[in-house]
């Protein structure tokens, strides 16, 4: 038998970004009976609306003249009734929107690499927090940027010395955006306070970049008082959302269904043309029957609905991660208090390694978790992990956090 052709040779230069992680392979090991899993990150499938769903699917093909349409290819700005009803909804987020400003995206996960493709020359310098979404990271990748470190919450550093890094780095090269996850950040938790925003902004502003602010998780708050959305800040200051330099990402993915695969980008007439321009090029348009399904899923107050049932899900499986963490953790291990969505992260004594820790966890105590390090551009982190408590319920949390405890100890 001849050996397996090599496809290495073949490859464009941006694949070399996208190998597979050390902890992809990990977490393989995931599948093995009695773990309990801090890793996912996943929506609870206990809140997806399946009975809701498969009767709209069934309403979406009742007719011939419905079949039809929902079957078939459409516009890629995406489902007209779809993206009012989110132009509608972008006011209760502090941002008056119109259709035009709407693209319906394959989550925001397409709406990241759509950005990627349309803001980032190789070479090109994105801002970004450290740790952050490792999916951003992932979809910038393939436009090979370099990265640099944004901290909102301490103004250290002057806009100069960003442009100046990023011509450094690379004749010609500039700083061309700056991505944030604002409210309960992925992997960490954590919300941008009013000034972090403010602060963030004003960067933006001094660069002459824009802003991509990822709201994945912002419907999910259990307690504290709301913060503006940075693009609601924006649009107070500037005067419209045409005027704006923030691109809003918002997804159905965290409290409808992930599978139906249904996000969006509110942001400035001319820029969604040239992302309805990128979509067109990259699969057409959304499903159409999964638009329509999802219109009939979160139109007349159901959204709210299905909000108000995943906070009241989620709350408790939080509260029983930071007691349990807080009953037992052996001390010089900090972790954050997030005031909603999925994560908690842990800073490990300074020498203790996330990825030898979760080989022990998963081999000794039967948990997994994601070692931190995933989440930095800049390969430190080395000390972090990030744990989920969106999958496990509440006794599995207790237990597997007093399971990692004990490792820890
Ligand atoms: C911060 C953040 N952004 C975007 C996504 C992608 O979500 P989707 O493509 O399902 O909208 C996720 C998923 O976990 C996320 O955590």
């Known amino acids: 038998m001849t050996a397996a052709r090599d496809w290495e040779p073949a490859y464009a230069r941006r694949a070399e970004g996208m190998k597979a992680s050390e902890i992809r392979e990990l977490l393989k090991l995931l599948e093995q009976p009695g773990i309990i899993s801090f890793a996912g990150g996943i929506p609870d499938p206990a809140l997806f609306p399946a009975q809701a769903a498969s009767t709209a699917y069934a309403e979406a093909l009742a007719s011939e003249g419905d079949a039809a349409t929902a079957l078939q290819y459409s516009?890629?700005?995406?489902?007209?009734?779809?993206?009012?009803?989110?132009?509608?909804?972008?006011?209760?987020?502090?941002?008056?929107?119109?259709?035009?400003?709407?693209?319906?995206?394959?989550?925001?996960?397409?709406?990241?690499?759509?950005?990627?493709?349309?803001?980032?020359?190789?070479?090109?310098?994105?801002?970004?927090?450290?740790?952050?979404?490792?999916?951003?990271?992932?979809?910038?990748?393939?436009?090979?940027?370099?990265?640099?470190?944004?901290?909102?919450?301490?103004?250290?550093?002057?806009p100069d010395s960003y442009s100046q890094a990023a011509q450094k780095a690379a004749t010609g090269a500039r700083v061309k955006l700056a991505y944030a996850v604002p409210d309960f950040a992925n992997p960490t938790g954590e919300t941008l306070s009013r000034s972090a925003r403010t602060t963030l902004l004003d960067l933006a502003g001094n660069l002459d970049i824009p802003v991509i602010e990822d709201t994945a998780y912002h419907a999910l708050r259990f307690e504290g008082p709301h913060i503006a959305a940075l693009q609601a800040i924006d649009v107070a200051l500037c005067g419209a959302?045409?005027?704006?330099?923030?691109?809003?990402?918002?997804?159905?993915?965290?409290?409808?269904?992930?599978?139906?695969?249904?996000?969006?980008?509110?942001?400035?007439?001319?820029?969604?043309?040239?992302?309805?321009?990128?979509?067109?090029?990259?699969?057409?348009?959304?499903?159409?029957?999964?638009?329509?399904?999802?219109?009939?899923?979160?139109?007349?107050?159901?959204?709210?609905?299905?909000?108000?049932?995943?906070?009241?899900?989620?709350?408790?499986?939080?509260?029983?991660?930071?007691?349990?963490?807080?009953?037992?953790?052996?001390?010089?291990?900090?972790?954050?208090?997030?005031?909603?969505?999925?994560?908690?992260?842990?800073?490990?004594?300074?020498?203790?390694?996330?990825?030898?820790?979760?080989?022990?966890a998963i081999d000794e105590a039967k948990v997994a978790f994601v070692p931190g390090a995933a989440f930095f551009h800049d390969g430190s982190g080395e000390n972090s992990i990030r744990l989920s408590y969106s999958l496990p319920n509440t006794s599995e949390i207790t237990t597997g956090v007093r399971r990692l405890t004990s490792l820890l100890r």
């Open 75 to 158: 516009v890629s700005e995406g489902y007209g009734p779809l993206r009012e009803w989110i132009a509608h909804d972008m006011a209760s987020r502090g941002v008056q929107a119109s259709p035009e400003n709407i693209i319906i995206t394959a989550g925001s996960q397409q709406a990241l690499d759509f950005l990627g493709k349309l803001l980032l020359t190789p070479g090109d310098t994105a801002l970004v927090t450290a740790p952050t979404y490792l999916g951003a990271l992932q979809a910038f990748s393939a436009y090979e940027p370099r990265y640099d470190t944004i901290r909102p919450d301490q103004t250290n550093r002057t």
């Open 241 to 360: 959302v045409d005027k704006s330099r923030v691109v809003y990402l918002g997804t159905f993915s965290k409290t409808v269904a992930p599978g139906l695969r249904i996000g969006w980008i509110c942001a400035s007439r001319a820029l969604v043309r040239r992302l309805v321009l990128i979509k067109q090029a990259s699969d057409l348009n959304v499903s159409v029957i999964n638009q329509r399904v999802m219109h009939q899923l979160v139109s007349d107050g159901r959204h709210a609905e299905l909000i108000a049932r995943a906070r009241a899900h989620y709350r408790p499986k939080r509260d029983a991660m930071l007691a349990a963490l807080k009953a037992h953790m052996p001390s010089g291990v900090n972790w954050t208090k997030p005031e909603g969505g999925f994560f908690i992260w842990l800073k490990l004594p300074t020498g203790v390694s996330g990825a030898s820790l979760l080989k022990r």
